[in-house]
């Protein structure tokens, strides 16, 4: 495997599911994210990591719950999700040194279904 | 954070070059000007970054006015596979975690 994977590609929950989506980035970068994509939306950003630290976390709702074990992992945990939650939810990942902004790669995404 | 203006789509023929414009007004000394396409049911993809030189790659060619309130993506001969949401996004020295991706302007490649 190359560049960024997430798993699953698709994915159809009730509301009071459990369920995570997973991330998994194979370019040695240390910073992964995860953006929120409703149709029609500009990419939304949820969450930063850097080096496995929670930087960014852009008022999301607690249902959405991400995990990062290591630097090539992240994970986001979703649970008693609502209809407005279906989206494609987009993994991503860069190499920060924190001065200049360097190019994310993003992964293909997961395509969340909220019934 | 400082935000981008771009046109909803474009349309442009196959062969043709094509100029993408993104005014970025409020954009500040140290943000970095970012350029990604998304294709269809793909997730997006870097295609050029600058701070104030103009910049060149494989890709495009990223043309940043003097002032720095506007940028223009310069695909230089398009092809159907062009054919893509792109999103022109301001990303902070120093501060990687703040930007904003925009609407970003659909362009359709006619053959």
């Known amino acids: 495997e190359t560049g960024v994977t997430q798993t699953p590609r698709h994915l159809v929950m009730g509301m009071t599911n459990k369920k995570s989506l997973k991330c998994e980035q194979h370019l040695g970068h240390n910073a992964m994210y995860w953006y929120k994509q409703s149709a029609k939306k500009p990419l939304e950003l949820m969450f930063v990591y850097n080096f496995k630290e929670q930087t960014e976390n852009n008022s999301v709702p607690s249902r959405f719950s991400p995990e990062c074990p290591n630097s090539s992992h992240l994970f986001l945990h979703l649970h008693t999700l609502q209809p407005e939650d279906s989206a494609l939810y987009l993994c991503a990942s860069s190499q920060e040194t924190g001065s200049v902004p360097y190019e994310q790669y993003f992964g293909p995404g997961t395509r969340l279904t909220v019934t | 954070d400082a935000k981008t203006t771009q046109p909803n789509s474009m349309e442009s023929n196959e062969e043709e070059p094509v100029h993408l414009p993104c005014n970025h007004s409020?954009?500040?000394?140290?943000?970095?000007i970012h350029w990604y396409r998304q294709l269809p049911s793909q997730g997006p993809e870097y295609v050029i970054h600058?701070?104030?030189s103009n910049v060149n790659n494989r890709m495009a060619s990223l043309a940043i006015a003097e002032d720095r309130k506007s940028s223009t993506l310069i695909l230089h001969r398009a092809t159907l596979r062009d054919a893509a949401v792109y999103y022109c996004i301001l990303r902070a020295l120093y501060n990687f975690n703040k930007f904003y991706f925009g609407s970003g302007t659909k362009l359709n490649v006619k053959p």
């Open positions: 600058g701070l104030t």
């Open positions: 409020t954009i500040s000394g140290t943000d970095y």
